[in-house]
Antibody, heavy 119, light 111 residues
Framework: EVQLVQSGAEVKKPGESLRISCKGS????????IGWVRQMPGKGLEWMAI????????RYSPSFQGHVTISADNSISTAYLQWSSLKASDTAMYYC????????????WGQGTLVTVSS | QSVLTQPPSVSGAPGQRVTISCAGS?????????VHWYQQLPGTAPKLLIY???NRPSGVPDRFSGSKSGTSASLAITGLQPEDEADYYC???????????FGGGTKLTVL
């Protein structure tokens, strides 16, 4: 059974750094694309970044390029999304999701990680 | 503003049929790009409802159906049930960005 388990909720201050994680199981982690999707409070889904763990190819939405970094550790089947300097506007739920092909429907999602950035 | 355009809300009475539209462009919904649909219940992660324009994953009732024509797609729900009340999103692939694009979402209210 394919599962994506995300790290727990975070409360941070503006300017702080953060890394959240997404651990995959039940499939060949390195051979599936893994992406991150933001959902701000009361808003819709926004694609942020996607990565192919086997060769570390990463692609970013222009809206998020330069503000977040996607990475993966194949040895522990875990993907990461990190910020070096959080803003209050980063407050949102973040979902990881995995697909065999980038154009495929996304049938596996993590449970979400709530990030709250507040002074 | 989302690149795929959905109506913000639709509603219907139990048992009725509703449709949700998803308008794109040649860059996002065209002959080469499939559309997928998701249902998001309050407080939960999105769930794949329709993939590749018309296909239902195992376990999705046949009350849900998808279609695509040109640069637009639609999700139809027949025999509305109270548990269908949720947010629905369309999604496709943007070859210029090499990533995903989502519609803005449609809130379905079952009256």
């Amino acid at each position: 059974e394919v599962q994506l388990v995300q790290s727990g909720a975070e409360v941070k201050k503006p300017g702080e750094s953060l890394r959240i994680s997404c651990k995959g199981s039940g499939y060949w982690f390195a051979s599936y694309w893994i992406g991150w999707v933001r959902q701000m409070p009361g808003k819709g889904l926004e694609w942020m970044a996607i990565m192919y763990p086997d060769d570390s190819e990463a692609r970013y939405s222009p809206s998020f390029q330069g503000h977040v970094t996607i990475s993966a550790d194949n040895s522990i089947s875990t993907a990461y999304l990190q910020w070096s300097s959080l803003k209050a506007s980063d407050t949102a739920m973040y979902y990881c999701a995995t697909v065999r092909y980038t154009w495929s429907g996304i049938d596996f999602w993590g449970q979400g990680t709530l990030v709250t950035v507040s002074s | 503003q989302s690149v795929l355009t959905q109506p913000p809300s639709v509603s219907g009475a139990p048992g009725q049929r509703v449709t949700i539209s998803c308008a794109g462009s040649d860059s996002y919904i065209g002959p080469d790009y499939d559309v997928h649909w998701y249902q998001q219940l309050p407080g939960t992660a999105p769930k794949l409802l329709i993939y590749d324009n018309i296909n239902r994953p195992s376990g999705v009732p046949d009350r849900f159906s998808g279609s695509k024509s040109g640069t637009s797609a639609s999700l139809a729900i027949t025999g509305l049930q109270p548990e269908d009340e949720a947010d629905y999103y369309c999604q496709s692939y943007d070859s210029s960005l090499s990533g995903w694009v989502f519609g803005g979402g449609t809130k379905l209210t079952v009256l």
